[in-house]
């Protein structure tokens, strides 16, 4: 059974940075699609980075966050930098068996339990 564990989040001020980090179990990183989502209250939740036969940035991050793998440590991270208030959310990791990148939650097989992000102005 695959199992995701997020961690990493915390306040930090506006632009400043932080690194996320899903530590995967049951499983090679390598053989999965992985993601990075967020939540804010009252809003759907957003795929923000995405990383497996493409990549993908959604555009309020591109050029701010980067996703990247360990295959050794088996974890992805997502380090983002000049953070904004409208950053703030629950960020949740995700994995999928097939390589295709998809923008809908409920298509992705497996999840981390959140890390919050708080950016304060």
């Known amino acids: 059974q695959v199992q995701l564990v997020d961690s990493g989040g915390g306040l930090v001020q506006t632009g400043g940075s932080l690194r996320l980090s899903c530590a995967v179990s049951g499983g090679a990183v390598n053989d999965y699609a992985t993601a990075w989502f967020r939540q804010a209250p009252g809003v759907e939740r957003e795929l923000v980075a995405g990383?497996?036969?493409?990549?993908f940035y959604g555009d309020s991050v591109k050029g701010r966050f980067t996703i990247s793998r360990d295959d050794a440590k088996n974890t992805v991270y997502l380090q983002m930098n000049s953070l904004k208030p409208e950053d703030t959310a629950l960020y949740y990791c995700?994995?999928?068996?097939?390589?295709?990148?998809?923008?809908?939650?409920?298509?992705?097989?497996?999840w981390g339990q959140g890390t919050q992000v708080t950016v304060s102005s």
């Open positions: 995700a994995a999928r068996s097939s390589g295709t990148l998809s923008m809908r939650p409920s298509v992705w097989d497996y």
């Open positions: 990383m497996g036969w493409t990549t």
